[in-house]
């Protein structure tokens, strides 16, 4: 009945042309959803991996969505722990409820200081499906359902990433997010600067004041699990050399960080000093296990050059970038799109992701695996037997 209602009213609203009254009538129906959902026994025990297309498919709030075309997303966890695979699985529902003309409701907790509370819970769709049945039809064939990583094997569960009215909105939501989440922050004086250096090339006293907020290239590598992970691995260093113009005079590299004695260590104190000595002239730092919101703007901000490791955290973040390049490896979704972003570019090789089984236990392999990385030939070349 509630359906059969709103559409007698939509037809009126078509009818008078008056279109942000059908707006607003439409914001409040999906409202009213929204807390209706929320009263549902055990609705918060969902999870960024446990919900989303798979409830849409089976049309699981249909008992108060009736036949509205309406994509419900329930979660009760915030993005901050495995931040790329939970930012990554929520972006292919909002794409999956534009490409099939579903109304998008999102119901999560939204703490200010969090991007979850930067992203919008109701995204009324501009041209809905006539109804709940060609809206799930449309999905079941460009959405697909039939892995929760939709970023990995290709393209098989991510199709919806390719419609490019999808993918804008997908990239305009998540600058503004992350902009919108940086500004509340600095506002409250919360927004931490950079400040877990593990090296720098400047030198003498230096106040935290000297690094800028945002750098000019940035470069992110994933070390830990990406050595023998095999839809990760470690970039080469030539090519991150490359991939970074001559004029450049600030450089951050962020890392996950390690202790000392891990061979991640070695490979980023490498990395910093390769750098370092191609671009003397520049301010580079790298920076191990900082705050991940800083570090996103840095990402959607640094305005020459992003430079991404195998990684869903650089690599859904960079989706929210309006100016300068993106240099990533073709890792996820089948290194196939540019997501409409003419400064997408694609390394030209896989990430290496077999090495000596001694690589992390030995000094010769600690040697063999730097020596690679810092040589392309020798990287792209025949590996050492394992």
């Given at each position: 009945m509630r359906a059969l209602l709103f559409y007698a009213v939509l037809v009126q609203y078509i009818e008078s042309r008056d279109e942000s009254k059908y707006n607003s009538s439409l914001i409040l129906l999906l409202k009213q959803y929204l807390a209706r959902i929320e009263m549902l026994d055990g609705i918060h025990e969902r999870t960024f991996l446990s919900d989303g297309k798979e409830c849409f498919l089976s049309k699981c709030y249909v008992n108060i969505t009736?036949?509205?075309?309406?994509?419900?997303?329930?979660?009760?966890?915030?993005?901050?722990?495995?931040?790329?695979?939970?930012?990554?699985?929520?972006?292919?529902?909002?794409?999956?409820?534009?490409?099939?003309?579903?109304?998008?409701?999102?119901?999560?907790?939204?703490?200010a200081e969090s991007l979850l509370g930067h992203l919008p819970h109701i995204v009324p769709h501009q041209s809905p499906a006539p109804n709940i049945n060609e809206a799930v039809g449309i999905a079941r064939k460009i959405c697909r359902n039939k892995t929760p990583f939709e970023w990995e094997g290709g393209l098989g569960g991510s199709n919806a990433f390719l419609n490019p009215e999808a993918i804008r909105f997908v990239r305009q939501l998540v600058h503004d997010g992350i902009a919108n989440l940086t500004q509340h922050l600095m506002s409250i004086a919360r927004f931490p600067r950079p400040s877990n250096v593990i090296y720098t090339s400047l030198v003498g006293e230096s106040p935290m004041e000297s690094y800028p907020v945002v750098s000019e290239v940035t470069v992110h590598y994933r070390c830990s699990d990406n050595i023998r992970h095999p839809n990760m691995g470690l970039l080469p260093f030539p090519a991150i050399i490359a991939a970074i113009p001559p004029e450049t005079k600030t450089i951050y590299i962020?890392?996950?960080?390690?202790?000392?004695?891990?061979?991640?260590?070695?490979?980023?104190?490498?990395?910093?000093?390769?750098?370092?000595?191609?671009?003397?002239?520049?301010?580079?730092?790298?920076?191990?296990?900082?705050n991940i919101y800083p570090t996103i703007y840095n990402f959607i901000e640094t305005n020459i050059t992003l430079i991404c490791s195998s990684s869903t955290f650089c690599m859904h973040a960079a989706l929210g970038k309006v100016k300068?390049?993106?240099?990533?490896?073709?890792?996820?979704?089948?290194?196939?799109?540019?997501?409409?972003?003419e400064e997408w570019h694609y390394f030209g090789f896989k990430t290496r992701t077999s090495w000596p089984a001694d690589a992390t236990k030995s000094v010769e392999g600690r040697r063999y695996v730097l020596e690679t990385l810092r040589n392309l030939t020798k990287y792209l070349g025949k590996k050492r037997r394992l």
């Open positions: 009736e036949d509205l075309p309406v994509y419900v997303r329930v979660v009760n966890e915030l993005l901050e722990t495995s931040f790329g695979n939970r930012l990554g699985s929520l972006l292919n529902d909002y794409a999956c409820a534009q490409v099939s003309g579903s109304h998008f409701i999102l119901i999560a907790p939204q703490p962020h890392t996950e960080g390690t202790h000392k004695e891990h061979l991640c260590s070695h490979i980023i104190r490498a990395l910093f000093e390769d750098v370092s000595e191609a671009f003397p002239n520049s301010l580079v730092v790298a920076f191990g296990k900082e300068g390049k993106v240099f990533i490896p073709p890792s996820y979704y089948g290194g196939k799109t540019t997501f409409s972003y």
